[in-house]
């Protein structure tokens, strides 16, 4: 079977942040195809054109303009069209609320943002197999 490139869709405000995460996925050498978009209304606008291709994982920040990263989740699930694609929250926030997502919410993962490119490596790696085991 002929394997493709894992498609990401980035959902994230900060430049800095969006520019981090290209450059460790350059590093790492994986194969993406990736698009970022800057807000959570933005993010479910693009995944729900029709006949849109459907990300193999979403990179969700939670605090988001225009719709937080919370309600973006919950739209996720509610919509049988989108809740099968694995999301990977990437956030600042280290509220309980925040990190128990992760259990509330099937097929997600959480992880603190990092400004150590390192770090931001490792979870890209393991956000990358996440991401494939789900394909």
Avoid at 21 to 29: H, K, N, T
Avoid at 35 to 56: F, Y
Wanted: with cysteine; net charge negative.
């Amino acid at each position: 079977m002929e394997q493709f490139p894992l498609t990401v869709l980035l959902v994230e405000d900060n430049l800095g942040d969006v520019f981090l995460v290209r450059e460790a996925i350059e590093q790492l050498g994986l194969d993406l195809q990736f698009r970022t978009v800057p807000d959570g209304e933005t993010a479910l606008d693009v995944l729900r054109l029709p006949g849109a291709k459907r990300p193999d994982v979403i990179i969700l920040d939670l605090n988001l303009p225009l719709k937080h990263g919370r309600e973006v989740l919950e739209e996720l699930e509610a919509d049988p069209a989108l809740r099968h694609i694995p999301v990977a929250i990437l956030t600042t926030s280290t509220a309980e609320e925040d990190t128990a997502l992760q259990q509330t919410h099937d097929r997600c993962l959480f992880f603190a943002k990092t400004p150590d490119l390192r770090e931001l490596m490792n979870i890209l790696t393991q956000i990358h197999n996440f991401a494939l085991s789900a394909r």
